[in-house]
């Protein structure tokens, strides 16, 4: 999991050195930054309507380039940025219809009237009668307001005719659909269009006006002065000083989508009485959006990023004053962008790469689903309104910072880029995959067949069920979940497995295996021959005169019952022939002396090969490796599990010597 975080968070860096890359090669070629300011006169007409559409301003009866210039510069500052995403949305916008068809009156009410933070405009279709605007005039009303967050839909009153009748909709026209309190999820109000023209522009200037109506106006410096210095229940606000007769579609619908969470004000200046005062709380220039907040005030639009438009503005506000939704919605990209490492991380087959990102994917999403459960319950606690405050402090401080304007320009340029996002994603994913393979290279087994490794999946799962609990390879002595968190992530995840997990075969490779050697040396006199086969052998003292050895196991002096020695050897060693004549101290540590096998009950021939398991018993390495393959993870002898090591035993005294 910290391996993902980690590739994740250099992701990113790729991402925001790869924006100042960007911005670096436009310098050099044009010579200007998205920050730079554009002059509007040096812009043609029809690039002064386009950037007035995208604020929500009216033009009509403006005929002269003069009047449409001092319109936008009355607006907000014009930046390059600015500009190209205003010609870039026009193109987007092109074509597209995204309206809505109502089926009936359950629809209506789900979508418009119990929407309680947006705005809607519908076209009422009279049963028998002609829409009021025709086909192509609905398509530019459509997207003209759906920049503004504003959504469309038709009803038609054929397909519920009783419902028209109860709202007295008996002939065509227009209802719009907004908040009707200050309040958040509040309720709405239908208003019906009464106008006698059908003009795009005279409806879509019908509709700011309603919308503008809802936002606190301000005329008079006394009344500014009063408003400013109030302590009131919302301590964020925004306020727009600009000589506009009413603020923009823009602003208006913030201030909706807001609802609850910011104040909008927008402050008339075209009459002011007292320019004292606006200089006495900062204001230094017209137009500005100042964000005032019990830190301070902030002049929104002097960062990189900071455009007078409606996804920049959204942006900004909802990093400086988030709701919990915004927070979930972004955990939840980061947990999947997280998980998605998977598939570049595992090494082996195809299938085994997808297989592992849908089980990450399943286990990530349901344990951040379980952890923001508890989350909502403490944040509805009174005793917590301190705590949330201080965080929203803290937040505020630090979106203020150039580095969060660099940040959210980088995320509003990948955000209208997603297939530049995708692209550097998958080739970032490969890098990790090209450096996972080489760093792995030889250290795991690799299954690159999809058939094997879906047979061994199989045998994995059925083995999973009846199989008892181990996770063993070179007998650990530490737990599974110290060296590897995400083992104890995903027993969490399958609480109900927690009795039968899988115990692989792989810690059969692990285990000593040598090859037994009897040898007689010569004037040697043989131990107690009435010793049972497969027990230790303790040691005695030979006849005088003889030769007398001597051999240490775990600090004990044992002989063999006929004399046999054993010499450990790995198996590749002796594949090419190599021989040493040893003692049983070369035994391995903690193997019992035997010499015959229990599982076949036949003694230990020479240059046999044995393996002997943790609890010490030795056995023919064909017969054990059978015994263990089948199921029975377990020593014939003692039934001591063959995959844990068994605590050190103490070592036997040694026996006294016998009288000469």
């Known amino acids: 999991m910290w391996l993902k975080l980690f590739f994740l968070l250099l992701y990113f860096f790729v991402l925001f050195v790869l924006a100042r890359f960007f911005e670096a090669v436009v310098w050099y070629e044009t010579g200007i930054f998205a920050t730079q300011l554009v002059d509007p006169v040096t812009l043609s007409f029809k690039k002064l309507k386009t950037i007035l559409e995208c604020r929500g301003l009216g033009y009509s009866g403006l005929a002269e380039k003069r009047d449409v210039r001092e319109l936008v510069e009355n607006s907000g500052e014009l930046m390059q940025g600015e500009l190209y995403s205003a010609l870039k949305n026009e193109k987007e916008q092109a074509g597209s219809d995204s309206s809505t068809t109502f089926s009936g009156e359950m629809h209506f009410y789900e979508l418009v009237e119990d929407t309680k933070d947006g705005i809607w405009l519908v076209q009422v279709i009279a049963q028998d009668r002609n829409p009021l605007l025709s086909t192509a005039n609905w398509g530019k009303m ?6 503004f967050g504003i959504r469309t839909g038709t ?13 007295g909709w008996m002939k065509s026209t227009l209802i719009m659909s907004v908040p009707q309190t200050y309040a958040s999820k509040g309720k709405v109000m239908l208003k019906e269009y009464n106008g006698r023209r059908i003009e795009t522009e005279h409806i879509f200037k019908w509709m700011t006006a309603h919308v503008a109506s809802r936002i606190k106006t301000i005329r008079f410096s006394q009344q500014l002065m009063d408003d400013w210095y109030q302590r009131e229940k919302q301590p964020v606000k925004m306020f727009l000083f600009a000589k506009l007769i009413q603020p923009p579609a823009f602003f208006s619908a913030l201030s909706i989508k807001f609802t609850g969470r910011i104040e909008f004000i927008f402050v008339d200046v075209r009459n002011w009485d007292n ?35 409606l996804h920049a503005m959204d942006t900004f506000l909802r990093s400086v004053q988030p709701e919990v939704n915004d927070l979930f919605v972004l955990s939840l990209v980061m947990v999947n962008l997280m998980a998605w490492m998977d ?58 910072t150039t580095i969060a304007s660099w940040v959210r320009a980088d995320w509003t340029f990948y955000s209208s880029h997603p297939a530049l996002f995708l692209s550097t994603y998958l ?69 109900d497995l927690w009795l039968r997990p899988l115990v ?20 040697a006199v043989l131990g107690d021959q009435d010793n049972p086969p497969n027990k230790m052998v303790h040691p005695s003292r030979d006849e005088p005169g003889s030769d007398q050895q001597k051999h240490h196991y775990s600090s004990e002096n044992t002989h063999t019952k006929d004399g046999c020695l054993a010499e450990m050897k790995s198996e ?89």
Not at 142 to 147: E, G, I, L, P, T
Not at 439 to 447: A, F, L, S, T, V
Not at 457 to 473: E, G, K, M, N, R
Not at 504 to 520: E, G, M, S, V
Request: one cysteine or more; a negative charge; proline letters at 7%.
């Open 142 to 147: 459509v997207q003209k307001v759906s920049q």
């Open 572 to 660: 590749e060693s002796w594949s090419s022939g190599e021989e040493q004549d040893t003692d049983w101290s070369q035994w391995p540590c903690g193997m019992l002396h035997c010499t015959e096998c229990v599982v076949c009950l036949e003694n230990f021939e020479t240059e046999c090969l044995v393996m002997g398991l943790p609890c010490g018993h030795v056995f023919h390495q064909q017969c054990i490796v059978v015994w263990l393959a089948g199921g029975r993870h377990c020593c014939p002898v003692c039934r001591w599990p063959s995959y844990k090591k068994r605590p050190a035993r103490q070592p036997y005294a040694d026996y006294p010597s016998e009288p000469e």
């Open 155 to 167: 009803f038609n009153c054929s397909s519920d005719s009783r419902y028209c009748r109860k709202r």
């Open 275 to 309: 320019a004292t005062c606006l200089e006495e709380i900062g204001v230094q220039q017209m137009p500005s959006y100042i964000l005032k907040t019990p830190e301070g005030i902030y002049r929104y639009g002097n960062s990189t990023g900071e455009y007078i438009s």
């Open 427 to 495: 080739a970032h994913g490969l890098l990790i995959d090209y450096f996972e393979k080489k760093r792995r290279c030889g250290n795991e087994d690799q299954n690159a067949n999809n058939l094997e490794w879906l047979s061994s999946l199989w045998d994995w799962y059925t083995s999973y069920l009846v199989h008892p609990i181990a996770s063993f390879q070179n007998f650990p002595n530490e737990s599974d979940w110290d060296d590897d968190p995400n083992f104890l992530l995903d027993r969490l995840a399958f609480p």
């Open 343 to 400: 598939l570049f991380i595992t090494q082996g087959a195809t299938i085994k790469r997808f297989v592992v990102l849908i089980s990450t994917l399943g286990t990530y999403n349901s344990l951040l689903i379980i952890s923001w459960l508890p989350i909502l319950g403490f944040l509805q606690l009174p005793y917590l309104d301190n705590f949330y405050e201080y965080s929203l402090k803290l937040l505020r401080y630090a979106d203020t």
């Open 504 to 523: 692989p075969i792989d810690y059969i490779k692990n285990l000593p295996t040598w090859r037994f050697k009897c040898t007689q040396p010569e004037g």
